[in-house]
């Protein structure tokens, strides 16, 4: 393994040019731009919205990003999330209080990851078609828990903190949770011998395994992480809308594989940034939200989505090859005589 692999493209912050920089640059870009163009869209309260639009991503998206720097995927994540709204709907229904419902469904999320993580780490299987038929298993069992039911009678002091502000501001308090997931998934992958370690397995897992890491069990417990934290989005997502339903988060799978891609993660593993990762999550969420604002249709709105997830496919890899080119084409300096 070069040190080209395991730094550069891996376990450090990207250099000034890199990816996931021109995905910060296209961010500011679009922020200014639809600050001039849309109406309202520089308005505080708007922002706050955003923001609540932007945490199911981002929570997601944290794990994500280790399973796919692993060469795995989770495609099942927001069957989990409606799977866990559904289980605490019932649970609320059938007289539970919310302190204890709350733990139960993280750990049924948990459940959930294990699932995935036991035939793919455990037998072997690949995790694209795993993870494909759980995310149906897994919203089905919503329909079977919940059915076409809304569960929407959760007491207000729940519902109103889960979207409340910072006093004296429009930034949701649940910032202060995110940033610090964020904060912390960001130092266990770009400072710690365990990111080290993903980083290598993303590589080659052959060649990790060799290298003494336990692969089988690191990528089984990123599956239950995955799993933990996306009943945990599934948490915030029914009481921020105050209603559990078996369809919540439908399609948001999508949206939080476009975010890690663009934000430079490698979908074959072993590259990628957590810092472009969330650069990655709130270009996805401010373009797609400032184009609802301008009222743009929804099918527009999945058009958008689709691209640029082609884009965070393409993007880098055409990136990669164009700084090779110029790299072969750099003259080189000629020996000093001794």
Not at 91 to 96: A, H, K, V
Not at 157 to 178: C, F, K, M, Q, Y
Not at 244 to 266: F, I, P, Y
Request: proline share 5%; no cysteine.
């Amino acid at each position: 393994m070069t040190p080209d692999q395991t730094g550069r493209s891996g376990g450090r912050l990207s250099a000034l040019g890199s990816w996931d920089v021109v995905v910060i640059v296209v961010l500011i870009a679009v922020i200014i731009g639809s600050s001039v163009l849309v109406e309202g869209f520089a308005s505080p309260r708007f922002w706050g919205f955003l923001l609540l639009d932007v945490f199911p991503i981002a929570l997601i998206a944290l794990p994500m990003t280790l399973v796919v720097i692993t060469g795995e995927i989770d495609l099942s994540v927001a069957s989990v999330l409606g799977l866990s709204s559904a289980v605490m709907g019932q649970l609320w229904f059938l007289g539970l209080p919310l302190p204890l419902i709350l733990p139960l469904v993280v750990l049924l999320g948990a459940l959930l990851g294990a699932v995935n993580g036991l035939f793919v780490a455990g037998f072997g299987l690949p995790s694209l078609a795993v993870t494909i038929g759980t995310l149906a298993l897994y919203r089905g069992l919503a329909y079977v828990v919940l059915g076409d039911r809304a569960v929407a009678d959760f007491p207000f002091d729940w519902t109103g903190n889960a979207i409340a502000a910072l006093p004296g501001t429009t930034v949701p308090w649940v910032s202060l949770v995110v940033g610090g997931l964020a904060l912390a998934f960001g130092l266990v992958l770009h400072a710690t011998p365990v990111g080290r370690s993903l980083y290598a397995m993303g590589n080659s897992d052959q060649a990790a395994v060799f290298a003494g890491i336990s692969v089988a069990r690191t990528k089984f417990w990123l599956f239950v992480l995955t799993g933990a934290v996306s009943a945990l989005a599934g948490l915030f997502w029914t009481l921020r809308y105050a209603s559990a339903r078996a369809d919540n988060g439908s399609g948001l799978e999508l949206s939080v594989v476009a975010a890690v891609l663009l934000g430079g993660v490698s979908i074959f593993g072993g590259r990628g940034t957590l810092v472009g990762v969330v650069a990655g999550v709130l270009l996805l969420t401010t373009l797609r939200n400032a184009l609802q604002l301008a009222d743009v249709p929804a099918d527009t709105l999945t058009v958008v989505t689709g691209t640029l997830l082609i884009i965070s496919v393409v993007g880098p890899n055409l990136a990669g090859m164009l700084r090779a080119r110029l790299r072969r084409r750099r003259p080189r300096a000629s020996p000093v005589a001794g």
